[in-house]
């Protein structure tokens, strides 16, 4: 049968990614679940005594989420009282979540909470096929069957995570007193995957002097550019290298949300001395997502002298943000300024012809034969970013491979009509912020800036809920673009803007237009 082979690369899949740890658990997504939490608590009183506290994120795959339980009772438990709320609750915070899996992960919740004994059918039991599933709360459950080694460790369908080069487990890149400092290397984020092409090709070149030179050849290294063209891609690829190259060299790589993290808990902890002292012992420093500690002073301050003294010492800095230094308002001047020392350089937006050029190689590490005409279909219909694109690919894929079905332009169509409307609709944030700033006669950095008077923070909440109308962009992803601002602030900006175009007439007006405008 022509599908077979498709379905026995899910069964392999599945056996391949159980050993790696939490993956693909982005802050944002640990945000999103501590709501779910809130709401959870609102309705059904104290999450925190029950067996939800037992839970914990693990991870994404594309629309699906996934959640980790210690055991099969508090999975079946959960899964029959709280699943569907779990599900509603978090895609009305996050749209585009459309199902939410169940794994049974011995190691979740472990370690903040006393294990309770398992009840008695459970102890010494072997799981029944149908335990050995995890439970899916989706409008159509599509799991593959697993084995037992996926069932005793949790497993999670990535297509391309049993084809791996030299490094072959997720990685902490140093081991530091402090912890959890430093955040996980993706193993599949190397050069050798990284495909080059006139929009990034700048930005890699930089990279590869970066992680080939033994002393810094430009200080920082500022890669900049929209939401998923594979800034942190390109930061990894850097760890790795370095790493192969000389693995004494000590490498921190974390988010800018991590580094204000660890500080707050410094000074909660009263050891800033011990954090200076840790982060000015790298060899190199990795600040993924900088833009997010606009507006947060001591943060920034902290990262300034932790900045300064990397510096003078001759370590290496390595810096991403969604946009440039001088973009970047909601810092300091001395701290844009310093930004801009080193290489400055942007990763554009793809083109036709490197997002081909990606789709190709996804489908090569897959092993899968994705007829030419279908990638060319998704390189030109799918024009948002790489992330997007690797999305729709998946999706393609776990589907043929689940029905047995064979790819073509056809099943595509159908399997992506969702994201297919959305593209012919796209509007971007930045067109947004730009059409709202030219209409308001504002300037464009007052779209990120913490300035909170009326004349900017209204129409600032006309561009968020706008972005949130005509974009597919999520809460959080919608907040990274106005100055790194929770999306908390995007749902109130959002609510607030649906009850007063109700009540003001001229804001009607003024949306209205900009929404006719943006959509012409
Ligand atoms: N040129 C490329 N070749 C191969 N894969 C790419 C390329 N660009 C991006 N990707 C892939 O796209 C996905 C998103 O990339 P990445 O997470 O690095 O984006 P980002 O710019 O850091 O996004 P964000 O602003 O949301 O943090 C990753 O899976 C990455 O491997």
Do not use: C
């Not at 989706?138 to 490094?167: C, I, K, L, N, W």
């Not at 033994?214 to 063209?229: D, E, R, T, Y």
């Not at 300034?304 to 003078?312: P, R, S």
């Amino acid at each position: 049968m022509a599908g077979r082979p498709k379905i026995e690369m899910a069964y392999a899949t599945a056996r391949a990614v159980v050993r790696e740890p939490m993956s693909d658990r982005s802050s944002d997504l640990v945000d999103q679940w501590r709501d779910v939490l809130a709401v959870l608590r609102s309705e059904f009183g104290d999450v925190s005594s029950g067996m939800l506290k037992r839970l914990d994120v693990i991870g994404q795959e594309g629309e699906r989420v996934l959640v980790g339980v210690p055991t099969h009772f508090i999975r079946d438990f959960v899964g029959r009282h709280y699943g569907d709320r779990i599900r509603s609750a978090w895609a009305a915070i996050n749209p585009a979540v459309r199902s939410v899996t169940l794994h049974v992960r011995p190691d979740v919740g472990a370690a903040r909470n006393e294990a309770p004994s398992p009840p008695l059918g459970e102890r010494g039991a072997r799981p029944s096929l149908d335990e050995r599933r995890s439970t899916a709360f989706a409008a159509s459950p599509t799991e593959p069957p697993v084995d037992e080694d996926s069932f005793s460790q949790g497993y999670g369908v990535r297509p391309d995570a049993g084809m791996r080069e030299a490094p072959t487990t997720q990685s902490e890149v140093a081991e530091l007193p402090l912890g959890d400092l430093s955040g996980r290397l993706d193993p599949r984020f190397t050069f050798e995957r990284f495909i080059v092409g006139k929009p990034n090709e700048f930005a890699v070149a930089a990279a590869e002097r970066v992680a080939s030179s033994p002393k810094p050849s430009f200080n920082p290294l500022f890669l900049h550019g929209g939401v998923g063209l594979g800034k942190t891609h390109l930061m990894h690829a850097i760890a790795w290298r370095v790493r192969q190259r000389d693995p004494q060299r000590k490498i921190v790589y974390l988010s800018a949300e991590k580094f204000m993290y660890q500080f707050v808990r410094a000074l909660r902890e009263q050891n800033t001395i011990g954090f200076k002292e840790l982060f000015r012992s790298v060899d190199m420093l990795m600040v993924d997502d900088v833009q997010f500690i606009s507006g947060k002073e001591s943060t920034q301050e902290e990262f300034f002298h932790t900045f300064n003294a990397l510096v003078d010492r001759g370590k290496q800095i390595v810096i991403s943000a969604d946009r440039s230094p001088s973009d970047l308002s909601g810092l300091e001047e001395r701290i844009r300024s310093r930004l801009s020392w080193g290489l400055v350089a942007d990763i554009h937006p793809t083109t036709y012809e490197l997002r081909l050029g990606i789709l190709q190689s996804k489908a090569e590490q897959m092993r899968l034969d994705v007829p030419l005409r279908v990638i060319e279909f998704l390189a030109h219909r799918i024009t948002s970013n790489v992330r997007e694109l690797e999305g729709a690919l998946n999706r393609i894929v776990h589907q043929a491979s689940l029905t047995e079905r064979v790819v073509s332009i056809e099943m595509a169509s159908e399997i992506l009509k969702d994201v297919l409307r959305a593209a012919d609709r796209r509007v971007t944030i930045d067109e947004i912020q730009k059409s709202v700033v030219d209409h308001y006669g504002l300037k464009l950095t007052d779209m990120t800036s913490s300035r909170r008077s009326r004349a900017v923070a209204r129409p600032r909440q006309v561009a968020m809920y706008l972005s949130k109308l005509l974009t597919p962009r999520s809460l959080p992803e919608i907040g990274k673009r106005f100055g790194g601002r929770d999306h908390t602030t995007v749902m109130h900006a959002v609510r607030q803007i649906e009850r007063l175009v109700v009540e003001d007439k001229a804001l009607a007006e003024d949306v209205e237009l900009l929404k006719r405008r943006l959509q012409a």
